[in-house]
């Protein structure tokens, strides 16, 4: 929108209000040149979701991280960015500019699932779920390579997609012996042999290393011994990539903490001493929480005890959910958001792990997690407050995301099976 000025974003209403007066002026001259930028031909609302000649979202608007919610409006223009965000007596909605939402709809950023395995579980659904961007933390090469959206434009009816691609694990390491062993694991056997993995992974294109330290349910699954960790961390950091650690005892959390990771892939879930946890958030290590998920495998409440202490300690955790593993399905799911309150985070500050701050974790491009006036949308509106009932998350009336409006299929109540 080049004949679009540039206003800082809205910090909150009384803040913002002075900007728009201000702005008044220039109004029928940011319309006039949003009508002008238009692409000849995108006139109309298209099929295969394209936005026609953009839409406006109404209801109440949260541009994400510390903004303050108001009643406003999202303009997405043609191109799919966004043209105008304000107050709703402050951004005059263009004649033929179809409107989705009310008063009582919530207009906000579009969900970033840091933890996901799209081999069990669907791309697009996760879209029509409210999910604009996912982050593949284990899937065979090739499957990693395919899906991957990396810098492009996703395609039709895909979030962004980024991947770790087969996780890096000790020969006849976890998981290849259980439900990852088509391929799903990638052996390093030794410091130069890691090396030499992470720099082909690197070159491939993964947006970031996933590497395993679990011994198993019996204990006798062989784990990558500290020098091969921080042969894995050295080479991926060299091309540039962080590490994500998937280790969930002690002495794993210790071990990855030892081979200098970044991020952890879990919650733990074996209670943490609280020099660990200190240690944890001394390192600047990132937690994906992915609680919900041990909930329903019946073991959650010592997790969500140490979600408690990273936070208390300062501990960043974002959003995830492994989708694919134990009771998750497609589609943001309100119970994570839920698990995320629960340890200290508050519906809100879940909302702001789930968004700007899962947008920001390793791998994840294309995303910010906010909306911003000129950025590309991607955004929700839902039927309701998810502060307020975090359950509208379920059902997004729409998603507009790349461009596209991603809209449930008609007649069906619940695209994501209640
Ligand atoms: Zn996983």
Redesign the pocket.
């Known amino acids: 929108m080049g004949g679009v000025p540039d206003p800082p974003r809205l910090a909150g209403p009384a803040a913002a209000a002075g900007r728009w007066r201000a702005l008044g002026r220039t109004t029928g001259i940011a319309i006039a040149a949003m009508r002008a930028s238009r692409p000849r031909g995108v006139t109309r609302p298209a099929p295969g979701g394209e936005l026609g000649r953009g839409v406006a979202l109404r209801g109440t608007v949260w541009a994400g991280g510390d903004s303050r919610p108001y009643d406003g409006v999202v303009l997405v223009g043609a191109d799919g960015r966004i043209a105008r965000i304000g107050p709703t007596w402050a951004v005059p909605i263009p004649v033929g500019v179809r409107v989705i939402g009310a008063f009582h709809t919530w207009v906000g950023p579009g969900i970033v699932d840091a933890?996901?395995?799209l081999a069990f579980g669907s791309a697009g659904q996760a879209l029509r779920g409210g999910v604009v961007g996912v982050r593949d933390?284990?899937a065979p090469r090739v499957d990693a390579l395919r899906r991957r959206t990396g810098h492009r434009r996703p395609p039709p009816g895909s979030p962004y997609v980024g991947v770790a691609g087969p996780?890096l694990t000790a020969p006849g390491g976890y998981p290849s012996r259980s439900w990852g062993a088509a391929g799903f694991a990638s052996f390093v056997s030794n410091p130069g042999h890691a090396r030499i993995v992470v720099r082909g992974l690197a070159g491939d294109g993964v947006d970031v290393v996933?590497v395993a330290v679990e011994r198993g349910p019996e204990g006798g699954w062989p784990v990558p011994s500290t020098a091969v960790l921080r042969a894995v961390v050295e080479a991926a950091h060299g091309a540039g990539l962080k590490v994500v650690a998937?280790a969930l005892s002690v002495e794993a959390v210790g071990r990855a903490l030892d081979g200098g990771v970044d991020e952890l892939?879990?919650t733990p879930t074996e209670r943490l001493p609280e020099p660990l946890v200190d240690r944890l958030a001394a390192a600047g290590v990132v937690v994906v929480s992915?609680l919900q998920t041990f909930f329903s495998g019946g073991g959650g409440r010592v997790a969500a005890a140490n979600a408690v202490a990273l936070h208390r300690a300062g501990v960043p955790l974002v959003y995830?959910t492994?989708?694919?593993?134990a009771g998750t399905r497609p589609g943001v799911d309100p119970r994570e958001l839920d698990r995320l309150a629960d340890a200290g985070l508050g519906r809100l500050g879940a909302l702001r792990a789930a968004t700007e701050r899962s947008a920001r974790v390793a791998g994840v491009r294309l995303r910010t997690g906010r909306l911003e006036l000129g950025q590309p949308a991607a955004a929700v509106v839902l039927n309701g407050d998810p502060l307020v009932e975090p359950g509208v998350w379920r059902r997004p009336r729409v998603v507009v995301c790349d461009g596209r409006l991603v809209e449930p299929p008609e007649g069906q109540p619940d695209t994501l099976g209640g």
């Open positions: 933890h996901v395995h933390l284990g996780i996933k998937h892939a879990h992915t995830g492994d989708l694919g593993n």
